[in-house]
């Protein structure tokens, strides 16, 4: 008997490293997924993949995942610089489901993109980030550093925390972008994340606890041409004690949510420094 285990195991380690070598022969630097496709397939033009999470096995370092119809795609744990993109007028949807479903769905729960890696550059372009009992849109978790993350045209709804949580030091851009109806807060940014730098430009952030949490130490920021709108907490918060943050806030507009008596709405800072240009605090909070 422990000769056929042991011939078995060996089996088992020859087919694992086939397998592997057969993945790292065919990647591509541009790799497709659509409904139709099967995660069997290379992820080539003529045979896409299911799935955002076997598409990224098949694409190289630096490459692009391309959604060619619309559909979901299911969440993806991105190890490797590379653009996720869906063209004009594709729906490619990730839905971010709060246990982990049947593979090839999801990678894993509570998070729909998870970027985890050492100075990786990722661009998500025109996604739909829906939560269905998930927690966090996209993520850089504290064991990543030195990602440079773009974020353009996405929407994240739906969600039970974040709508984007920065754990480890990142270089941050959210662009032309929907972030609403999320249980705490649309940003945030962690005291672990320190030396990050991000800017906001043209989004909207709406039904929110909290716009911005902005803990790290040394953070820096622009925040420019976006509304924040239907917040029943502060729209933007800087540092905490002992931590220090720099914004800049212009072209913007923070307001709490009708009906809400709450203090909040504008900005609340401690050991921060802000400024603001021509923008507007408006409702019954506390500007």
């Known amino acids: 008997m422990k000769s056929i285990r042991a011939l078995l195991g060996v089996v088992a380690l020859v087919a694992a490293g086939t397998m592997s070598a057969q993945d790292a022969a065919a990647q591509a630097q541009r790799t497709f997924v659509a409904p139709t496709g099967n995660d069997a397939n290379d992820c080539s033009l003529a045979s896409p993949c299911r799935s955002f999470a076997r598409a990224i096995v098949q694409t190289l370092n630096n490459g692009e995942i391309i959604a060619l119809d619309s559909g979901g795609y299911g969440a993806v744990d991105v190890n490797k610089s590379v653009s996720i993109i869906s063209p004009d007028g594709v729906y490619a949807g990730v839905s971010v489901f709060g246990t982990v479903p049947p593979a090839p769905v999801s990678p894993g729960a509570n998070v729909g993109v998870r970027i985890s890696g050492n100075n990786l550059r990722v661009v998500l372009r025109n996604l739909q980030?829906?939560?269905?009992?998930?927690?966090?849109?996209?993520?850089?978790?504290?064991?990543?550093?030195?990602?440079?993350?773009?974020?353009?045209?996405?929407?994240?709804?739906?969600?039970?925390?974040?709508?984007?949580?920065?754990?480890?030091?990142?270089?941050?851009?959210?662009?032309?972008?929907?972030?609403?109806?999320?249980?705490s807060t649309a940003l945030r940014i962690s005291a672990t994340a320190s030396g990050s730098e991000f800017s906001v430009d043209g989004s909207f952030f709406e039904r929110l606890l909290g716009g911005l949490d902005l803990y790290g130490a040394a953070i820096s920021g622009t925040v420019s041409r976006s509304v924040f709108t239907g917040t029943t907490d502060a729209g933007v918060i800087l540092g905490d004690t002992g931590m220090v943050g720099r914004l800049s806030i212009q072209d913007s507009t923070f307001s709490p949510a009708a009906g809400f008596a709450v203090q909040g709405g504008g900005f609340s800072s401690s050991n921060a420094s802000l400024t603001v240009r021509n923008t507007t605090l408006a409702g019954p909070g506390a500007g």
């Open 129 to 183: 980030i829906n939560g269905q009992g998930g927690t966090i849109g996209i993520q850089v978790p504290a064991t990543s550093t030195g990602t440079e993350l773009h974020v353009e045209r996405v929407t994240l709804s739906n969600l039970g925390t974040y709508g984007i949580l920065i754990e480890g030091p990142t270089k941050l851009s959210v662009k032309d972008s929907i972030v609403r109806d999320i249980g």
